[in-house]
């Protein structure tokens, strides 16, 4: 009687065997799949780029050969006889532009000088800006139109206001200047000052004198310590 001899084997060796052979077959698939994966990446990107190149180059000789046919020609290009011609009659056909001063907003305002022994008030236009500014226009014409005499010309540092008070702080030489004039011209010149600010920079009806960027030193020909303002109208 024969018996039956057992493998030392499991039963399942073979299926095990065979198991783990399929395991590198995979892998290497999966790595030979993983690469053109990466290559067709860049090939896409090196498609784009060059598409990208082409159409630019293929524009630029494009536009080029148009503006060489005067398909395209940029205006005021002139490129032969004809075309300046043109460009002359075109510009004396043209409506002449208005003068750039025109166009500035601009501010009348009320000056009061010294002309002879009296003032007199003018009125003149000024470009508008802030009004610090416009009372330096002001207070120089002013200077200007009443022949005040210096040998440096009068210089307003700052304007200050506060309130109903304009502060004008001056250079040294409105001190010599008024000076120069005498007692009565120098008062008729501050009432003139005055009335300046007043009529034209509300609310200010008072004005008072820097020089220097310091208080006035007492003394001179006018009392330029106190505020300087026009009489009330009753």
Same mark, same amino acid.
């Given at each position: ?105 601009? *501010? ?5 000088y010294v002309k002879g022994d009296t003032v007199v008030e003018e009125k003149r236009n000024f470009v508008a800006r802030t009004r610090e500014d ?13 022949? *005040? ?9 700052? *304007? ?46 008072? *004005? ?27």
């Amino acid at each position: 009687m024969s018996m039956v001899r057992r493998s030392p084997y499991p039963d399942d060796y073979e299926e095990m065997v065979e198991r783990r052979q399929r395991r590198p077959r995979r892998a290497s698939q999966e790595q030979r799949r993983g690469t053109p994966l990466l290559l067709k990446c860049f090939s896409w990107l090196g498609v784009i780029l060059l598409c990208f190149v082409l159409g630019y180059l293929g524009t630029n000789i494009l536009m080029d050969n148009l503006n060489k046919r005067l398909l395209l020609k940029p205006e005021n290009r002139v490129e032969n006889q004809e075309d300046l011609k043109a460009m002359e009659e075109a510009e004396r056909a043209r409506p002449a532009s208005p003068a750039s001063g025109e166009n500035v907003q601009q *501010v009348a305002l009320t000056l009061y000088y010294v002309k002879g022994d009296t003032v007199v008030e003018e009125k003149r236009n000024f470009v508008a800006r802030t009004r610090e500014d416009n009372i330096a226009d002001a207070l120089n014409a002013v200077f200007s139109l009443s022949g *005040v005499p210096s040998e440096d010309p009068i210089r307003l540092l700052h *304007v200050f206001r506060n309130a109903e008070t304009a502060f004008l702080d001056l250079s040294s030489t409105f001190v010599t200047a008024l000076s120069s004039l005498g007692q009565r011209k120098s008062l008729l010149l501050l009432t003139g000052i005055v009335r300046t600010m007043q009529d034209n920079f509300s609310p200010i009806t008072q *004005v008072r004198f820097l020089i220097d960027s310091k208080p006035p030193m007492s003394g001179g020909v006018v009392d330029l310590t106190v505020p300087w303002k026009m009489p009330s109208r009753s």
